[in-house]
Nanobody, 127 residues
């Protein structure tokens, strides 16, 4: 069983930055993190979760970003730390949400369903 634990959320002013971390643990977590799709999603009350950033597995990983965050957010993976990061710059009030990391895509859609989810970390951006 793989566990994902997010951290790094908080409250920032408009234009500020945060770096979210997602630490993976459990049997097979290092292999899963390095060889499968990993992603960050976010959700606000009353709305469905929204895909923010995705990274494919393997040595040459591909990255995908939602249009709303492209150029501001960067997903990365540190294999030595068994951790996935989301660097968020130029934060705006509309980025306020609970952010979740996820691992192991279960379908063909990079923005679709994932097998493992963290518990979430709250990001609040105020003006």
């Amino acid at each position: 069983q793989v566990q994902l634990v997010e951290s790094g959320g908080g409250s920032v002013q408009v234009g500020g930055s945060l770096r979210l971390s997602c630490a993976a643990s459990g049997t097979g977590s290092r292999y899963i993190l390095n060889n499968n799709f990993i992603a960050w999603f976010r959700q606000t009350p009353g709305k469905e979760h929204e895909g923010v950033a995705v990274m494919s597995g393997g040595i040459v990983a591909r990255t995908y970003y939602a249009a709303s965050v492209k150029g501001r957010f960067t997903i990365s993976r540190d294999t030595s730390e068994n951790t996935v990061y989301l660097q968020m710059n130029s934060l705006q009030p509309q980025d306020t949400a609970m952010y979740y990391c996820a691992a192991v895509r279960t379908g063909d859609d990079a923005w679709g369903e994932y097998e493992y989810w963290g518990q979430g970390t709250q990001v609040t951006v105020s003006s």
